[in-house]
């Protein structure tokens, strides 16, 4: 096991939303690769979980790529941009150079750092025809990036099994228990580490929900997430504002 310490780093996909504890707080895939990270390697294996819900990438940079280099970690898993690409100032040609920045520093500390292909989020969430395009290129970026650095690449996005909406949450844009329990199962298989088998259980589909009870269902999912998130995007806030990281420094994987 070459892997005796381990920092994630990112937003709310890393942070573990909505995958929670008994007590509230949040699990999610980093917990779970930790956890079985640490049953091979032992008791001094080192867990960081820097992630903070709604960041953007600039914010990921600046605010959590300094400490997680400044740990000197064996494993470092990256992901930033899913909520950059959400907004209008999105600029492509400005946020490729500094991806490839970012890893290239990451991987420069001497970092063996995993990449992420994001699952199409958009399919079931509005302004598809504006974002799709922008979750492709980034997708094609982290890529392009992931091979000239010699990063490992989880690709989330040509998996199919993410069109299953029992694998989403809620709030359609964060992952279920079950989703982030596959995003697990396929970090552990890029790193060349098994898993449960049923990490990779797909729920059934949902039956198909006739057309006005689906209706009300988007309404009643728009009044709950999409107004709050319209609302923060007008006043400048973000989910993340007062919340801390939920492993801020290395220790050990409890239990």
């Known amino acids: 096991m070459r892997w005796r310490s381990f920092v994630a780093v990112g937003d709310s996909f890393t942070e573990g939303m909505d995958d929670a504890y008994p007590d509230g707080s949040y699990r999610g895939w980093a917990d779970l690769v930790a956890t079985r990270l640490a049953a091979e390697a032992g008791p001094d294996f080192g867990y960081a979980n820097l992630a903070i819900r709604g960041r953007l990438f ?13 740990m000197k970690p064996d ?11 959400l907004r209008r100032s999105f600029d492509p040609d400005v946020f490729v150079p500094r991806f490839d920045k970012v890893v290239e520093r990451l991987r420069a500390g001497g970092s063996d750092v995993v990449l992420f292909r994001f699952a199409d989020v958009m399919a079931r969430l509005p302004g598809q025809r504006l974002v799709a395009p922008r979750v492709t290129l980034l997708n094609r970026a982290v890529g392009e990036v992931a091979e000239r650095h010699g990063a490992i690449l989880v690709d989330l996005y040509s998996d199919e099994a993410y069109l299953n909406p029992m694998l989403w949450s809620t709030d ?3 992952l279920s228990a079950a989703g982030h329990r596959r995003v697990a199962a396929q ?5 060349g580490v098994g ?3 049923e990490w990779l259980m797909v729920p059934p589909h949902p039956a198909p929900t006739p057309w006005l009870a689906a209706r009300a269902a988007d309404l009643r999912w728009a ?12 006043t400048g806030r973000s989910s993340g504002d007062f919340v801390t990281a939920k492993r801020p420094v290395l220790g050990p994987v409890d239990g």
């Open 58 to 70: 600039p914010n990921v940079v600046a605010e959590q790529v300094p400490s997680a280099l400044a």
């Open 75 to 85: 494993l470092i898993t990256f992901a930033a941009g899913g909520n950059d690409v």
């Open 172 to 174: 359609r844009l964060h």
């Open 187 to 191: 970090v552990l298989d890029a790193l």
């Open 195 to 197: 898993c449960e088998e």
């Open 223 to 234: 009044g709950q997430h999409l107004a709050p998130w319209i609302k923060r995007r007008l």
